[in-house]
C-alpha cells in the first residue's frame, strides 16, 4: 500500500509537470493577461511539482518523515479536485479526485503506518537524578 501511495505522489507530480506545459505554452502564445503573473504561477507550479516528487521519494524509500507532508498533499488535492468539480472542469477535477482517494488509502492503510513509524527511543541508562531541597528547623 505504502508503494501505491508512493506512486499516486509520483503521479500528481507528473500531473503538475502537464500543468507546467500548458501554462508554459500559454504564456509563450500570449494568452494570458499578465505575462509576469504567469511566469510567477509557473515558478510556483515548478516548486510545488518538486517538493511533491521529494515526498514521493521519501515514502519510497520508506521515510518516517514523509508520512506527514503526503497525507497533507492528498488532503489538499482532494480540496483542489472538488473545486475543480464544481468549476465543471471534470478532465482534471475526476482524476486529482481519484488519485487523492487512492493515495489517503495508500497512507492510511496499517501497513503503511507500520513502515512509516518512527522507532522506538532505547530507554536512557541512567536516568536524571533530580535533588530536593530539604529544609529543617532547628
Not at 122 to 135: K, L, N, Q, Y
Request: hydrophobic share 55%.
Amino acid at each position: 500500500m505504502l508503494r501505491l501511495a508512493a506512486g499516486v505522489q509520483a503521479a500528481e507530480a507528473a500531473g503538475l509537470c502537464v500543468a507546467v506545459v500548458f501554462n508554459a505554452i500559454d504564456s509563450a502564445s500570449g494568452r494570458v493577461t499578465t505575462t509576469a503573473n504567469a511566469v510567477a504561477f509557473i515558478v510556483l507550479e515548478v516548486i510545488v511539482a518538486i517538493g511533491v516528487a521529494w515526498i514521493a521519494s521519501g515514502l519510497a524509500r520508506v521515510q518516517p518523515w514523509s508520512r506527514t507532508p503526503a497525507v497533507m498533499t492528498q488532503v489538499l488535492a482532494a480540496v483542489i479536485a472538488v473545486i475543480l468539480l464544481q468549476a465543471h472542469t471534470f478532465g482534471w477535477g475526476v482524476p486529482t479526485l481519484l488519485l487523492a482517494l487512492a493515495g489517503l488509502a495508500g497512507l492510511l492503510a496499517p501497513a503503511s503506518f507500520r513502515a512509516l513509524a518512527r522507532p522506538a527511543r532505547p530507554p536512557e541508562d541512567d536516568p536524571p537524578v533530580t535533588r530536593r531541597s530539604v529544609s529543617r528547623r532547628s
